[in-house]
């Protein structure tokens, strides 16, 4: 019964509108638990001395002091009187093992409050792309919380299992994750990337497409205890996207859908006919011939180092929203564009593109945007209601009204 109390007072302080006291509390987390009033009231004789007590409304305050040292709940200001803290309101605005709800929807996608394995454990529809940053393994985790490194690979594995299951011959899972893990102490850094690899490559069955490079112009200095206390390290601008793919033979990936701009210089290049004589580099390695590169072509093949800064204007669009309504806001999102990028190489024009870790639904806009038929999921209830404003006066737009209910 415990965890399913604990479970219960933290669901009460999540839904209620303001501070609560005690005896509030007592009547709402029994009603939510479906415990009889005469069974929250009934007395027994409690410790040594045998005075009688409650000992439901006992064990209720033993949660409620657990969540007072964990920071989740503070005074209002009124003895008695308690309510949740911001990293509170986040935090336990989690959804509960299999209680899926759809957020909100358009003709191209929809988002779920829920977790992940519950919604893609449960469908069988072809993903052509998985594009997710999940938490990282922080030894001081972020308000949503993330698995310590011993569990990640497990995590990892676990959830990107179903979607594995589901993806289209030639298909993708692009995984954004942390660079700055290091070994407890130490200013080296862990080789828990390299073991995510192996491992989503020997129980999956995935092939290793490439390690792309997402360089961070505006990353801030770090990692601060290596590079700018012991100097023992550099500061660090990006963080690595692995690309994997079921079938690296068939693979959906078109370089031709993200060409970019060619410089005026090389066009410049080209329209004066190209190499004027033949010429051999590294000794003969490399030879082109005369009149090469004098065909001008739709455009430039991206290079695999892709420069996005993070504090895109779609990123700052979200924050603004979300704060104005008084949200948490998600503290790591990726760039627009950067999604936008990755979907529009690795998938086409109505296939199906998924998140299960959505955060602040970067995905799910950069598949909107670009026509791509969309299914993300985040745990998070604060998250999931600030992505929905990027959708806000889309036509097709549809909030559950049960969903938006819950954050009265």
Known sequence: ???????SV??????????????????????????PLQVLNGMAPIGESGQMHSKVKREIRWHQQTL???????????????????????????????ASMVAFSTDLGAALWSLSADVFESIDTPITLCLTSPPYPLAKPRAYGNPSLSQYIEFIVEN????????????????????????PGTPARSIYREKLVIALAEELGLWKMDELIWANPCKAPGPVQWASKTRQQLNC??????????????????????????TEQHLAYVRSGGNRTAQSHSDGAYRTRAGAYSQETPGRIPRNILTYPHNCPAQSRYKAAAREMGIAVHGAPYPLELAKFLIK??????????????????????????????LVTDCIYDYVLGGSTRFYGRPSFEMNPAFAALAA
């Open 345 to 374: 190489f690795l998938s086409r024009a109505g296939d199906l593109v998924v998140d299960p870790f959505a955060g602040s639904l970067t995905t799910a806009e950069g598949a909107e945007e670009t026509g791509r038929k969309w």
């Open 1 to 7: 019964m415990q965890l399913s109390l604990f479970n």
């Open 10 to 35: 933290k669901t009460v302080y999540a839904k209620a509108d303001g501070a609560l006291d005690n005896e509030s509390l007592y009547r709402r987390v029994a009603r939510e638990a479906n415990i």
């Open 237 to 262: 601008t990006y963080e690595p996207i692995y690309w994997f793919s079921n079938n690296p033979q068939k693979a959906i990936s078109n370089n031709r859908r993200v060409l970019e701009p060619h």
């Open 68 to 98: 007072k040292h964990a920071g989740l709940l503070q005074n209002s200001g009124k003895r008695g009187r308690w309510e949740l803290t911001r990293e509170g309101k986040t935090t336990l605005r989690k959804v509960q093992p299999k």
């Open 160 to 183: 990107i299992r179903p979607i594995a299951a589901n993806l289209v011959d030639g298909g993708s899972i692009c995984l954004n994750i942390s660079n700055d893990i290091f070994v």
